[in-house]
């Protein structure tokens, strides 16, 4: 086994290890953060638009709650326009298999028979607010 030369100079081989680990660092460093900087806001974002899509979608569903009940309370011409103009928004949020309620809902409403329309309103309402329950945020 060869000895090790004495003769090395431990304080410049230090130096150039020094510089090597601050070059890397001064690279690296930066790089590091952004990406860890861009994944962060990456998820701010996605949940920003979840937020945004659910408050349209109870914001929605609050209109169409409402004008339902100002259309039946009033039977005026301005409320029925108002009706209709929120109602059919929300079968986007309705699954399928409730939209002959709201068919039925609508057509009793539009040719003026608002007794019928009276007695279907409760299921149309419970629909409408089951869907605004599950969009509500839990609190523990």
Known sequence: MRPIPND?????TAAWIALAISITG????PIITTI???RHQLKLRKLDIQEKAVLAKISTIQKCISNIGACLAD???DSLRSFGEHFH???SYVSSEHWALLD???QLITN???DAAKKLQPDVIHLL???LKEELPKHP
């Open 112 to 114: 003026n028979n608002y």
């Open 8 to 12: 090395l100079d431990w304080s410049a």
């Open 129 to 131: 607010t089951g869907l």
């Open 104 to 106: 039925d809902f609508y």
């Open 75 to 77: 039977e005026s011409t």
């Open 89 to 91: 928004v929300v079968y």
């Open 36 to 38: 860890l900087t861009n």
């Open 26 to 29: 001064t690279i690296a460093g």
